[in-house]
């Protein structure tokens, strides 16, 4: 039903897209306090025996689908004492991540959901990681402020990815990195492209990685269908298992066919 109301209001206008989005976002952090729900992603799993597990904490073994997709975005470039800023941070696991593990001299994890950024400053405390209230298409930062912008599956709530776009290029320093990922209907992504084409900002690399989010959801199908069962009020725990993506839910479903797909993408800031 929420699924379903969110994807009606969403194709009136992309002004009407990003209240009704901020509206459920300051819903979720006001009601649902849990310290150990520090995602919203739909995670990331490899395809492949290749691929060298990540190591993680025992604290942080729940969260690792989550974890990973985060690692998957940001492990082509080397961070280490960068200033780096999220947009889109919500319940802030990934900010936290990539302060602990991947130390960057400072970093900004910056959300619309005033609620969400008190959840976070709330229960994070970690040297060099802060979260501020601001809107994607209007960052509250100076120009050239930034090494590194990160946006996580984010991007889809937005009114004007073009205004998002031209934010990030401004925050961004010289030579700067922008670190992207999002999923989009197949008949978007072309759209997609075209808006980061257009950005002003240089592709360096784009990643299909649909089947890396099919593999990851079936993973982690059983720890998020028993937290939402676990968490959250009765009524409201069908429409949360769709949102979530577990097996059978309409947004799992188009992935398996291949009807919305899923890009990761690594651009830059170069001199004109």
Known sequence: MIANLFTMFCRISPKLKGIVWKQWYQFLARFYQ????????????????QTEKLYL???????????????HVVYTIDIRDLNVLEVGSGRGGGADYIKRYLKPKT??????????VAFCNQNYVVNGLSFEIGNAESLPFTDNSFDVVINVESSHCYGSMDAFLGQVKRVLREDGYFLFADFRSKENIDVLREKL???????????????????????????????????????????????????????????????????SFVLQKQTD
């Open 197 to 263: 084409h257009n950005s002003g900002l240089t592709l360096i690399k784009e990643t299909c990685i649909t089947l890396n989010i099919v593999e990851a959801l079936n993973l982690d199908n059983e720890r998020k269908t028993t937290l939402i069962k676990k968490t959250i009020h009765k009524p409201l725990v069908q429409s949360f298992l769709e949102l979530a993506g577990t097996k059978g839910s309409k947004i799992y479903e188009k992935f398996k066919s291949r009807e919305v797909i899923y890009l």
């Open 107 to 116: 970093m900004v994890g910056v959300d619309f959901s005033e609620n969400a």
């Open 34 to 49: 849990r310290k150990d729900w520090n995602f919203m992603n739909y995670g990331y799993a490899p395809v492949d025996d």
């Open 57 to 71: 904490d025992k604290t942080d073994a729940d969260n690792r689908f989550c974890i990973q997709l985060y690692h």
